[in-house]
T-cell receptor, first 114, second 116 residues
């Protein structure tokens, strides 16, 4: 079946450090891949997406590349800020579904300290 | 800013109460969703409406009753809930719900529900 695996958190970093949050997936067909961010007390916001192999999604300094050969979609940012503290969810939407059904990873909490 | 609007933001209800959560979007999306999120967990899909018809019910107990009055509105009627139903309820929408093309799903801010 389809699934998403994320690294366990929390990830604790100092401001301006480099961030990587690992995400790998298992899917039939050719899924679209997403990163969503959830700030404390809020709903989910789309951070970035990629719909085919080798696509790079980017937004607000975050990047992730769709790697079909390693079935990965790791999230990176070169210099994190305190305001990036949130929970990050990797998700896929598999083309085999009849509707846009998201499969989420467990989420990774990021804590950035000044 | 999210373009999916949910009301109320917070709701406290007793186990014998009947209440409703409401959701509205004006992006012209034809698919709308209800998700439930418990603390420190990812969202779990409950229902999907595609072109105002219920297309997915993820074996949700009947004490949760969805309704889609038109393509912009989605309600979740609540009756005889249990304390374990306390959670964040997220509404979402996407452009087309029945093609599985990886359309982006946009979420609202959620309604925090506490059952006492």
């Amino acid at each position: 079946g389809n699934s998403v695996t994320q690294m366990e958190g929390p990830v604790t970093l100092s401001e301006e450090a480099f961030l990587t949050i690992n995400c790998t997936y298992t899917a039939t067909g050719y899924p679209s891949l997403f990163w969503y961010v959830q700030y404390p007390g809020e709903g989910l916001q789309l951070l970035l997406k990629a719909t085919k192999a080798d696509d790079k999604g980017s937004n607000k300094g975050f990047e992730a590349t769709y790697r079909k050969e390693t079935t990965s979609f790791h999230l990176e940012k070169g210099s994190v800020q305190v305001s990036d503290s949130a929970v990050y969810f990797c998700a896929l939407s598999a083309a085999s579904y009849n509707t846009d059904k998201l499969i989420f990873g467990t989420g990774t909490r990021l804590q950035v300290f000044p | 800013d999210t373009e999916v609007t949910q009301t109320p933001k917070h709701l406290v209800m007793g186990m014998t109460n009947k209440k409703s959560l409401k959701c509205e979007q004006h992006m012209g999306h034809r698919a709308m969703y209800w998700y439930k999120q418990k603390a420190k967990k990812p969202p779990e899909l409950m229902f999907v409406y595609s072109y105002e018809k219920l297309s997915i019910n993820e074996s949700v107990p009947s004490r949760f009753s969805p309704e889609c009055p038109n393509s912009s509105l989605l309600n979740l009627h609540l009756h005889a809930l249990q304390p374990e139903d306390s959670a964040l309820y997220l509404c979402a929408s996407s452009q087309e719900g029945n093609r599985g093309a990886g359309n982006t799903i946009y979420f609202g801010e959620g309604s925090w529900l506490t059952v006492v």
